[in-house]
């Protein structure tokens, strides 16, 4: 298995534009987590799916955020409009079945707006 | 609210010495506790996952301990080796949910 892609794994932007990450977790696995990586921060949960279902977003900073699953082997997480605070990594992960299990992270993308 | 605390933030050892990290966390009502890595510029790998019955868990020259009570868990790599330096992250998942909490994580250094 390729294990969990995301894309792009680099983004430049400018603030006011907005941005899509894009993430496809490993084939089988029905949960899907969305995490944000900070100096300042360290990693947290910003959303997780599922069976394509979100389930907890309260860790989604605010309105300009936006995540989606319409489908089992695909997901995004959406700024609009991005802001220079949102500089981050932002990593994807999924996980199959009983909570009991470990969660697969994805390489992550890291996010620059200026 | 939990919180998961790591100490030292970074580490630095002569290779061959053997590494101790720590854990704390302020909520003991887990159900299982983790440790990752994270090489730089990757995402993170499972190195040991911890269910809250269990005292220990070991893999290699990798062995994780826990206590519940106390809201502790220590990472021990024996032998460590150049290729053992990354970023090493506790977390741990609330009983009644799916929520990972992590620690900032210890940056370790092996030197040749």
């Known amino acids: 298995d390729a294990g969990v892609i995301q894309s792009p794994r680099h983004e430049v932007t400018e603030m006011g534009q907005e941005v899509t990450l894009r993430c496809k977790p490993i084939?089988?696995?029905?949960?899907l987590f969305w995490y944000r990586q900070t100096m300042m921060r360290g990693l947290e949960l910003l959303i997780y799916f599922n069976n394509n279902v979100p389930i907890d977003d309260s860790g989604m900073p605010e309105d300009r955020f936006s995540a989606k699953m319409p489908n089992a082997s695909f997901s995004t997480l959406k700024i609009q409009p991005s802001e220079p605070r949102d500089s981050a990594v932002y990593f994807c992960?999924?996980?199959?079945?009983?909570?009991?299990?470990?969660?697969?992270f994805g390489p992550g993308t890291r996010l620059t707006v200026l | 609210k939990q919180e998961v605390t790591q100490i030292p933030a970074a580490l630095s050892v002569p290779e061959g010495e053997n590494l101790v990290l720590n854990c704390s966390f302020t909520?003991?009502?887990?159900?299982?506790l983790q440790w990752f890595r994270q090489d730089p510029g990757k995402g993170l790998t499972s190195l040991l996952l911890i269910q809250s019955s269990q005292r220990e868990q070991t893999s290699g020259r990798l062995n994780a301990s826990l206590d519940k009570s106390s809201g502790r868990s220590t990472l021990y790599i024996a032998a460590s080796q150049p290729g053992d330096s990354a970023t090493y992250l506790c977390a741990v998942t609330k009983a009644a949910g799916n929520k990972l909490t992590f620690g900032g994580g210890t940056r370790v250094l092996v030197k040749p």
């Open positions: 084939s089988g696995h029905d949960y």
């Open positions: 909520d003991s009502a887990i159900y299982n």
């Open positions: 992960a999924s996980r199959h079945g009983q909570w009991a299990d470990t969660q697969y």
